[in-house]
T-cell receptor, first 116, second 109 residues
Framework: NAGVMQNPRHLVRRRGQEARLRCSPM?????VYWYRQLPEEGLKFMVY????????ESGMPKERFSAEFPKEGPSILRIQQVVRGDSAAYFC??????????????FGSGTQLSVL | GQSLEQPSEVTAVEGAIVQINCTYQ??????LSWYQQHDGGAPTFLSY????GLEETGRFSSFLSRSDSYGYLLLQELQMKDSASYFC??????????FGTGTKLQVIP
């Protein structure tokens, strides 16, 4: 499967625990986006990364949230000390980063985070 | 900054044509894209307009007018399976892609 792979599909955490969401981009893609979506709402931009570089993190809260996309391995969205308000679907998307194709995003199936 | 506005809901009859509008305010605007998302599913890419005018892909067409900061998605020969949410997306070149508020389309028999 050469598509965008996210895991886990479902993640349950208790308040105060850490959540780690993983995303492997489509083969050949070097740019990764993370979006958050609440039920019946839109896709809220969080962070835009290139390998070993954060391009734009303006949508990500300064505290408790961090993201990385290392040279080797998947992109990781990390949420520390989760609170109930972090419960949402988190989607990862990738693009080639080349010209107009940078606008064409391929999405993973998402990770549904539930905080108890 | 970047903001894109869409109607929240649209209802149309099976077999008909429906147009979903998107107005935007973006700095250094690069192009307009459209995505479909079924309930519980992931967004999937439908079309992208880099230039003004109409792009056609099967039953779906997308239009962009930069001078009017406006675009739309046109769905023809509506089918029940087209019931989904539709998002327009835009960016300022090599920047984040920001999405509109989304339009929930309900196709009725």
């Amino acid at each position: 499967n050469a598509g965008v792979m996210q895991n886990p599909r479902h993640l349950v955490r208790r308040r105060g625990q850490e959540a780690r969401l993983r995303c492997s981009p489509m083969k050949g893609h070097s740019h990764v986006y993370w979006y958050r979506q609440l039920p019946e709402e839109g896709l809220k931009f969080m962070v835009y990364l290139q390998k070993e570089n954060i391009i734009d993190e303006s949508g990500m809260p300064k505290e408790r949230f961090s993201a990385e996309f290392p040279k080797e391995g998947p992109s990781i969205l990390r949420i520390q000390q989760v609170v109930r308000g972090d419960s949402a679907a988190y989607f990862c998307a990738s693009s080639s980063g080349q010209g107009a194709d940078n606008e064409k995003l391929f999405f993973g199936s998402g990770t549904q985070l539930s905080v108890l | 900054g970047q903001s894109l506005e869409q109607p929240s809901e649209v209802t149309a009859v099976e077999g008909a044509i429906v147009q979903i509008n998107c107005t935007y305010q973006t700095s250094g605007f690069y192009g307009l894209s459209w995505y479909q998302q079924h309930d519980g599913g992931a967004p999937t890419f439908l079309s992208y307009n880099a230039l003004d005018g109409l792009e056609e892909t099967g039953r779906f067409s997308s239009f962009l007018s930069r001078s009017d900061s406006y675009g739309y998605l046109l769905l023809q020969e509506l089918q029940m399976k087209d019931s989904a949410s539709y998002f327009c997306g835009g960016s300022g070149g090599y920047q984040k892609v920001t999405f509109g508020t989304g339009t929930k389309l309900q196709v009725i028999p």
